[in-house]
């Protein structure tokens, strides 16, 4: 996987649709990543869509399991649990 700067999409993009279309990149501001870039035909998209959403969905439901698990006995109760889904419910409508 390649690193490449929003700079460089800006100022060369026809080399960077070349590029992306051997290799994923990492599109990156500041030296920090902001988007992965991944070459696709017109007949992949819908399908390469969904399967970054699943996968974004999975990995969220992994990362929630191994917090839960590190909680202790108490802090997994029903009540608890709902708790936390508004406070992260409120968190979201708020951004």
């Not at 080399?15 to 017109?42: C, F, H, S, W």
């Not at 969905?57 to 590190?70: F, G, L, P």
């Amino acid at each position: 996987m390649r690193f490449l700067s929003t700079r460089e999409l800006r100022n060369r993009p026809g080399y960077v649709r070349k590029l992306v279309q051997k290799e994923d990149l990492v599109l990156t501001a500041n030296g920090k990543p902001v988007a992965l870039m991944l070459g696709i035909n017109e007949d992949d998209v819908e399908e390469t869509a969904l399967a970054v959403r699943q996968a974004r969905a999975q990995r969220a439901v992994s990362r929630m399991r191994k917090h839960a698990a590190r909680l202790p006995p108490e802090d997994r109760s029903s009540s608890a649990i709902e708790a936390e889904i508004r406070a992260v419910r409120s968190n979201r409508k708020a951004k």
